[in-house]
Nanobody, 116 residues
Framework: QVQLVESGGGLVQPGGSLRLSCAAS????????MAWYRQAPGNQRELVAG???????NYADSVKGRFTISRDNAKNTVYLQMNSLKPEDTAVYYC??????????WGQGTQVTVSS
């Protein structure tokens, strides 16, 4: 059974940076796609950034130029480097992995709060 464990969330001032990590444990699969989503109170969960096994990336318009997604296949880990953070980036951030059988797995979520 695959489990995803996230880390790196916290409280940061506007303009600051955070780096989120999400590592898979348990049954090791080949993950064709890894992504970060976020959900703010009262809002639907939205895609923030994704990365394929071939390192093709996609980003939400609201984070382009500020966030960078990357992955380490040897560690089955995905990262999200978040720079120039804004109050509107405040949300619970979730990672999602999809394996070659198109099964999806979600992390438990990590809170990111951007506030002065």
């Amino acid at each position: 059974q695959v489990q995803l464990v996230e880390s790196g969330g916290g409280l940061v001032q506007p303009g600051g940076s955070l780096r989120l990590s999400c590592a898979a444990s348990g049954s090791m699969a080949w993950f064709v796609y890894m992504a970060w989503y976020r959900q703010a109170p009262g809002n639907q969960r939205e895609l923030v950034a994704g990365i394929t096994a071939g390192n093709i990336t996609n980003y939400a318009d609201s984070v382009k130029g500020r966030f960078t997604i990357s992955r380490d296949n040897a560690k089955n880990t995905v990262y999200l480097q978040m720079n120039s953070l804004k109050p509107e980036d405040t949300a619970v951030y979730y990672c999602k992995f999809r394996d070659s059988g198109l099964n999806s797995y979600w992390g438990q979520g990590t809170q990111v709060t951007v506030s002065s």
